[in-house]
């Protein structure tokens, strides 16, 4: 609470200092006002044209918590330009997939994230979760297992 006083007042100063208004989306997100949170990244991101890939990432997991598939896509499409490398996108884009049930798309993208970082927890639980939904129960065990073994 303290912080976020100190980050008001900087923002009364300079309405659109970029890091302040990161800070306070941060610290906003870690209190649990993920709503307000989600504002301060949009606002980043829409209007102020910040490209870090930390604030398209978490704007992007805010948008799923809120259930904003769209605006989730544009962010994960957004940072893949920037960052076709990061395995974390990759996995946001496998989850939008299994969120619109399509679940042989979001196991590419999975897949993809786990070719980039073959130890990445919430994409080994979430590939598991798929295959557990097709119908291939032997190999979601066997990623239920990977991710259990981390």
Same mark, same amino acid.
């Given at each position: 609470?303290?912080?976020?006083?100190?980050?008001?007042?900087?923002?009364?100063?300079?309405e659109?200092?970029?890091n302040?208004?990161?800070?306070k989306?941060l610290?906003?997100?870690?209190i649990?006002?993920?709503?307000?949170?989600?504002?301060?990244?949009?606002?980043l991101?829409?209007?102020?044209?910040?490209?870090w890939?930390?604030?398209?990432?978490?704007?992007?997991y805010?948008l799923?918590?809120?259930?904003?598939?769209e605006?989730?896509?544009?962010y994960?499409?957004?940072?893949?330009?920037?960052?076709?490398?990061d395995?974390?996108?990759w996995?946001?884009?496998g989850?939008?997939?299994?969120k619109?049930?399509?679940?042989?798309?979001?196991?590419e993208?999975?897949?993809?994230?786990?070719?980039?970082?073959? *130890? *990445?927890t919430?994409?080994?639980?979430?590939?598991?979760?798929v295959l557990?939904?097709?119908?291939?129960i032997e190999?979601?065990?066997?990623?239920?297992?990977?991710?259990?073994?981390?």
């Open positions: 609470e303290e912080a976020l006083l100190c980050i008001n007042k900087v923002l009364e100063l300079r659109d200092e970029i302040a208004i990161y800070l989306a610290i906003l997100k870690r649990g006002k993920c709503d307000e949170a989600l504002k301060y990244y949009e606002k991101i829409d209007d102020l044209n910040v490209t890939i930390e604030v398209i990432r978490e704007a992007i805010l799923f918590l809120f259930n904003k598939l605006k989730a896509e544009k994960i499409e957004m940072g893949l330009k920037l960052r076709p490398d395995a974390s996108l996995y946001f884009k989850r939008l997939y299994e619109q049930n399509k679940f042989e798309e979001a196991l993208y999975y897949n993809k994230a786990l070719q980039l970082m073959p *130890h *990445h919430k994409a080994l639980l979430a590939k598991a979760r557990e939904k097709l119908g291939r190999e979601s065990v066997e990623y239920y297992n990977k991710a259990l073994d981390r």
